[in-house]
């Protein structure tokens, strides 16, 4: 009875973690560089990762420094999603959107939005999502988003050249 007992809550157990982490997605933020020029201009990429799960809507709010970084543009013309509920919204500090797909979306490394900031000068900032959801296409829109990452950006103090 006790083998019997300690199986079916194994199973149970295991069956809700399977689920759990089968659909899940992550959201991030990648760029092709983390250290940057001062005053130079450098691109962000908003990439969603699904494992199983299928979705079809994502909403997140972009927070920088704004006396650190500018925001020079935002693209989504090579976007995984189709249409846009709230196209970016630029305020200082911060980018918002939200947008979706007309059918389920999974995969890796899709693209969601590119952001063009300028580096304002020497020093750190970092880029982080906050807000944030991946509703899953599942009639219901669950928040299927387990973990989203910010990106931090250096731009090292430039020393002149000296000629004595």
Not at 20 to 26: C, H, K, L, V
Not at 57 to 73: N, R
Not at 133 to 162: E, H, M, Y
């Amino acid at each position: 009875m006790k083998r019997s007992i300690f199986f079916l809550t194994a199973l149970f157990l295991g069956t809700f973690m399977y689920g759990t982490f089968a659909n899940a997605a992550t959201m991030s933020v990648v760029s092709e560089s983390s250290t940057i020029a001062a005053n130079e201009e450098f691109a962000i990429n908003i990439k969603i990762d699904t494992e199983a799960a299928s979705f079809n809507a994502v909403q997140t709010t972009v927070t920088f420094p704004k006396d650190v970084l500018e925001i020079v543009s935002t693209d989504k013309a090579n976007s995984a999603l189709s249409f846009w509920l709230e196209e970016p919204v630029i305020a200082p500090g911060t980018v918002r959107f939200t947008a979706g797909s007309a059918s389920g979306l999974s995969g890796k490394s899709l693209q969601v939005l590119r952001i063009v900031f300028r580096m304002k000068g020497s020093g750190s900032a970092e880029i982080a999502l906050s807000d944030s959801a991946v509703t899953a296409a599942d009639g219901v829109g669950t928040n299927v988003l387990n973990r989203s990452s910010g990106l931090k950006i250096i731009a090292p103090v430039q020393t002149g050249d000296s000629q004595e």
